[in-house]
Nanobody, 116 residues
Framework: QVQLVESGGGLVQAGGSLRLSCAAS????????MGWYRQAPGKERELVAR????????NYADSVRGRFFISRDTTKNMAFLQMNSLKPEDTAVYYC?????????WGQGTQVTVSS
């Protein structure tokens, strides 16, 4: 079992930046990958960014590539999402995700609101 706790969401003006953090309750070396998903009102949850724990391979959604950057800190059991040049369409609840290969875990979500 892995508990994930997100932090760092909030209200920001368009063009601004936010950094989301996700703390895992155990060593992330036990996981295959961690990622960030988002869900806007009336829309399906979508992948934003994903990182492979061992090796660090990364993939991004086309809509955020070049603006968002995912990273992980294996010493702190944390994952991060640096979000730059935010746009109103980035407004959503952002969820941390972890995949152990056997199970998928989700955090409770953190709201990101970008005003125009």
């Amino acid at each position: 079992q892995v508990q994930l706790v997100e932090s760092g969401g909030g209200l920001v003006q368009a063009g601004g930046s936010l950094r989301l953090s996700c703390a895992a309750s155990r060593s992330i070396f036990s996981l295959n990958a961690m990622g960030w998903y988002r869900q806007a009102p009336g829309k399906e949850r979508e992948l934003v960014a994903r990182i492979i724990i061992d090796g660090g391979s990364i993939n991004y959604a086309d809509s955020v590539r070049g603006r968002f950057f995912i990273s992980r800190d294996t010493t702190k059991n944390m994952a991060f999402l640096q979000m730059n040049s935010l746009k109103p369409e980035d407004t959503a609840v952002y969820y941390c995700n972890a995949n152990s290969g056997l199970r998928v875990y989700w955090g409770q979500g953190t709201q990101v609101t970008v005003s125009s």
